[in-house]
């Protein structure tokens, strides 16, 4: 089974500055997603960015970037230039590559909350 | 083209009843699935349905029930509830689950149970 842990429960961050959040997971699969999900106070969970594991370029989506070490089994998210509207609870993700057990089953982290101060 | 709606929003029901919640996936998504959130047990996987079969299933009792219909709207349904039930229940549409496709989540329906 896989398990994924966020050991952050809360950051916080001051506008335009950086922040990263960790993420490390547990898993016997080669292929596989890992995603990060941001859920602000509204609860609409939104797909901030995602990895495929047989990649070994870090993927990018304008301020966010992440981190993956797949021997370390790690999947950290950095958030630059901070902005008020990132505050949110941030859910790591893994899903497995192979079906059936893959079929539209997202395994999530507990979460981190991120607070974006003025 | 519209988002993934739920309804109803918020429900409040007693211990013993059951619940019906619905999904309307966005509009050629064919895979639906449903999660569970509580501040305790955080996001879990309930099940995933695609052309109204249900091809995965998470560690739920048997209360916890699905469907789809051919539109490929989804119903959940909870039975005999309890007051641990209580929870955001959260569901995602995507194109074509048999490979990656990017989930795309409902704004929720927030159960309660007294």
């Known amino acids: 089974a896989q398990t994924v842990t966020q050991s952050q429960p809360e950051m916080s961050v001051q506008e335009a500055e950086t922040v990263t959040l960790s993420c490390t997971y547990d898993?016997?699969?080669?292929?596989?997603?890992l995603f990060w999900y941001k859920q602000p106070p509204s609860r609409q969970m939104i797909l901030v960015i995602r990895?495929?594991?047989?990649?070994?370029q870090n993927a990018t989506e304008n301020r966010f970037s992440v981190n993956f070490q797949k021997a370390a089994k790690s999947f950290s998210l950095k958030i630059s230039d901070s902005q008020l509207g990132d505050t949110a609870m941030y859910f790591c993700?893994?899903?497995?590559?192979?079906?059936?057990?893959?079929?539209?089953?997202?395994?999530f982290g507990a979460g981190t909350q991120v607070v974006v101060t003025p | 083209k519209a988002g993934v709606t739920q309804t109803p929003r918020y429900l409040i029901k007693t211990r013993g009843q059951q619940v019906t919640l619905s999904c309307s996936p966005i509009?050629?998504?064919?895979?639906v699935s449903w999660y569970q959130q509580t501040p305790g047990q955080g996001l879990q996987f309930l099940f995933e349905?695609?052309?109204?079969?249900?091809?995965n299933k998470g560690n739920f009792p048997g209360r916890f029930s699905g469907r789809q219909f051919s539109n490929s709207r989804s119903e959940m349904n909870v039975s005999t509830l309890e007051l641990g039930d209580s929870a955001l229940y959260l569901c995602?549409?995507?194109?074509?689950?048999?490979?990656?496709?990017?989930?795309?989540f409902g704004p929720g329906t927030r159960l309660t149970v007294l």
């Open positions: 995602a549409s995507s194109f074509l689950a048999e490979t990656y496709n990017e989930q795309f």
């Open positions: 898993t016997s699969e080669n292929n596989y997603y």
């Open positions: 990895q495929e594991a047989y990649k070994q």
């Open positions: 993700a893994f899903m497995k590559h192979n079906p059936p057990d893959s079929w539209g089953k997202l395994q």
């Open positions: 509009s050629g998504h064919r895979s």
């Open positions: 349905y695609f052309s109204e079969t249900q091809r």
